[in-house]
Nanobody, 129 residues
Framework: QVQLVESGGGLVQAGGSLRLSCAAS????????MGWFRQAPGKERDFVAA????????YYSDSVKGRFTISNDNAKNTVYLQMGSMEPEDTAVYYC??????????????????????WGQGTQVTVSS
């Protein structure tokens, strides 16, 4: 069983930056990918960014490409999301997700929340205008 602990959410003004962190822990697990999704009130949980643990390849939604950067620390089983040039539309609860099944890295599966089998508790990010 893998547990995820997120940190780093909060309130920021438009144009500002925030950094989210998510650490995975547990017994005998292997990570294939970790990602971030977000959910605004009344909306679906949407893909934000992900990173393949083996290749280090990064994936981004069009809405955050060029503004957000995902990175990881393999030794610490931790993923980070550096958010910059933030906009009020970025306001949401951000969820960290981990994939311990290889299928999550097949094709476009890395963009799909169904490919991830462990989720963090969520952290609120609010961007004021």
């Amino acid at each position: 069983q893998v547990q995820l602990v997120e940190s780093g959410g909060g309130l920021v003004q438009a144009g500002g930056s925030l950094r989210l962190s998510c650490a995975a822990s547990g017994r005998s697990f292997r990570l294939y990918a970790m990602g971030w999704f977000r959910q605004a009130p009344g909306k679906e949980r949407d893909f934000v960014a992900a990173i393949s643990w083996n290749s280090g390849f990064e994936y981004y939604s069009d809405s955050v490409k060029g503004r957000f950067t995902i990175s990881n620390d393999n030794a610490k089983n931790t993923v980070y999301l550096q958010m910059g040039s933030m906009e009020p539309e970025d306001t949401a609860v951000y969820y960290c997700a981990a994939a311990t099944r290889k299928k999550a890295t097949n094709g476009d599966a890395i963009y799909d929340k169904d490919g991830y089998n462990t989720w963090g508790q969520g952290t609120q990010v609010t961007v004021s205008s």
